[in-house]
């Protein structure tokens, strides 16, 4: 399968609902380092009491 942002091999894939969508390495960090920069992500970890050790 090939990354959904570029032409690169993809690493990661996710099959929901029939659809599939694939990331290369490199693409994958860069959606989890927006991930972790995002307000979204706070208010899960909030709603969910999410304590790091």
Not at 24 to 34: A, I, K, P, S
Request: aromatic share 4%; with cysteine.
């Amino acid at each position: 399968m090939q990354c959904h942002y570029c032409d690169g091999s993809a690493d990661v894939t996710v099959d929901k609902d029939g659809v599939k969508v694939g990331v290369c390495e490199d693409h994958f960090q860069d959606r989890l380092d927006e991930l972790s920069d995002s307000e979204t992500l706070q208010r899960l970890r909030e709603q969910l009491e999410i304590e790091r050790s």
